[in-house]
T-cell receptor, first 114, second 113 residues
Framework: DAGVTQSPTHLIKTRGQHVTLRCSPISGHKSVSWYQQVLGQGPQFIFQYYEKEERGRGNFPDRFSARQFPNYSSELNVNALLLGDSALYLC?????????????FGPGTRLTVL | AQSVTQPDIHITVSEGASLELRCNYSYGATPYLFWYVQSPGQGLQLLLKYFSGDTLVQGIKGFEAEFKRSQSSFNLRKPSVHWSDAAEYFC???????????FGTGTQLKVEL
């Protein structure tokens, strides 16, 4: 079975631009979470979606937004890119929301902002 | 708010030597605790988890971790390290209710042959 997939693998943007990152969860998983991992740090929680609704949001500015589609795939959008947005963006999927459900991580999208 | 501290940024061990990676957490109750491993170009892979019960938990690849409530610690151990264990290791916690994970800053493990 395919794991969590993310696209693109790498991306280079300039300051002020907009970016869209995509994630396909494991088949049957209905919850998707997004994390930002800046070089030298651990991943930081950005969003969690379940059944197309936002269920959690981390301490990120409104430039960051996301959505989940009926097939449970998800997009992370970042507007007005800053140099500090350069990071590895990880997507994780889990079966459901609530209690504990193991999260399975994708390989990430490496975003470089110049 | 909860937090995770990994005091060692880098650790170097010889192949075949034992390994212990430290993790301390801050939370008012007992959280769910995890260790993940990240190899270059890879996502995070779950090594083991602790929810409750036996404080010594076994994971994949020969790793184990011990939960010590009195020390708010969840240290990862392996009796004999292999060169393929070189990677970055993250300790994380969640308090349930949605799976949001709080990660430490990671420990980079180098294995000398």
């Amino acid at each position: 079975d395919a794991g969590v997939t993310q696209s693109p693998t790498h991306l280079i943007k300039t300051r002020g631009q907009h970016v869209t990152l995509r994630c396909s969860p494991i088949s049957g998983h209905k919850s998707v979470s997004w994390y930002q991992q800046v070089l030298g740090q651990g991943p930081q929680f950005i969003f969690q979606y379940y059944e197309k609704e936002e269920r959690g949001r981390g301490n990120f500015p409104d430039r960051f937004s996301a959505r989940q589609f009926p097939n449970y795939s998800s997009e992370l959008n970042v507007n007005a890119l800053l140099l500090g947005d350069s990071a590895l963006y990880l997507c994780a999927s889990s079966l459901v929301y609530g209690g504990y459900n193991e999260q399975f991580f994708g390989p990430g999208t490496r975003l470089t902002v110049l | 708010a909860q937090s995770v501290t990994q005091p060692d940024i880098h650790i170097t061990v010889s192949e075949g030597a034992s390994l212990e990676l430290r993790c301390n957490y801050s939370y008012g109750a007992t959280p769910y605790l995890f260790w993940y491993v990240q190899s270059p170009g890879q996502g995070l892979q779950l090594l083991l988890k602790y929810f409750s019960g036996d404080t010594l938990v076994q994971g994949i690849k020969g790793f184990e971790a011990e939960f010590k409530r009195s020390q708010s610690s969840f240290n990862l151990r392996k009796p004999s390290v292999h060169w393929s264990d070189a990677a970055e290791y993250f300790c994380a916690l969640t308090t349930g209710g949605g799976n949001k994970l709080t990660f430490g800053t990671g420990t980079q493990l180098k294995v000398e042959l």
